[in-house]
Every structure is written in structure tokens, then in C-alpha cells.
């Protein structure tokens, strides 16, 4: 048994742990500092990057969390010897498959966007950023 391995994968569990804590933190929290990350300045006001802390605690912070978990699980996959040899590349190239599926995914969600599709949005603030929207399809 490599106990690298497993203390690597370990890590990448823990590290997956805490930033989806603080992704979920970011979604449901109610104080002021864990919603750093909402725009304040009405969207006719809006400049380059003003929207880019949406981007990070709904978009990036969830998939780097879900990245780390990913990574975990591969990690724990090459520890035991027998799941190594049967299972791991067809399952190590599926996940890095995925993985990447997936990023390319969240990237085009988050960059260059005024407004993140709604879905991403907590409940809380998907009316405000609906409104901001029709306003911006109106303005074309």
C-alpha cells in the first residue's frame, strides 16, 4: 500500500471539504463577509471586472472543491493494488475526461459576464439579477 497515496488523497478530501464548506457558506450565508462577493453597483453602472467576485464564490470556489474531490478519489483509486491495476485508467481517464468537460463548462458560465446565467444565482438574489437582465435584453 502506498501511504503517499493515501495521504495525498486524504488532503485532496479535506482541501474538497473546506471549499465546499465555504462555497456553501458563500450561497447561504447571511453575514456581510460571507457575502463579499455580491455586486453592488447597479449593472448600468458596472465596469470591467465589477462582477468578478460572482464568478469566483458561485462559479469557482464549487468546482475547485468538486476538482480536489475528483482528485481524491483517483488518488484513493491508485493506493490499493488490485483496484489499480483493474480500474484505474479506464476510470482516471474518464474523470480527467469529465473533469474537463466540466471546466470548460464553469469557464464559459463565469468569464466575461456581466450578469452569471440565473440558475447559478441563491434564491436570494436571482429576482434582482432576473431584473437586471430584462433590463440589459431591453437596452439591445
Known sequence: MDYGALLAAVL??????VMLML???FRWGRSGVARWWVRRQPVDRMMFMHAAGEGVALGLVPYLGQLMAAIGVVLLLAVHPGVRD?????VMWTV?????????????????????ALFV????????????????????
Open 121 to 140: 444565482y441563491p434564491g436570494w438574489l436571482r429576482p434582482q439579477r432576473r431584473a437586471e437582465r430584462q433590463w440589459l435584453d431591453g437596452r439591445r
Open 86 to 90: 483493474v480500474l484505474h485508467a479506464p
Open 96 to 116: 480527467v475526461a469529465l473533469e474537463i468537460v466540466l471546466a470548460i463548462v464553469v469557464m464559459l458560465l463565469v468569464s466575461n459576464r456581466q450578469i452569471l
Open 23 to 25: 462555497a456553501a457558506w
Open 12 to 17: 485532496c478530501f479535506l482541501v474538497s471539504g
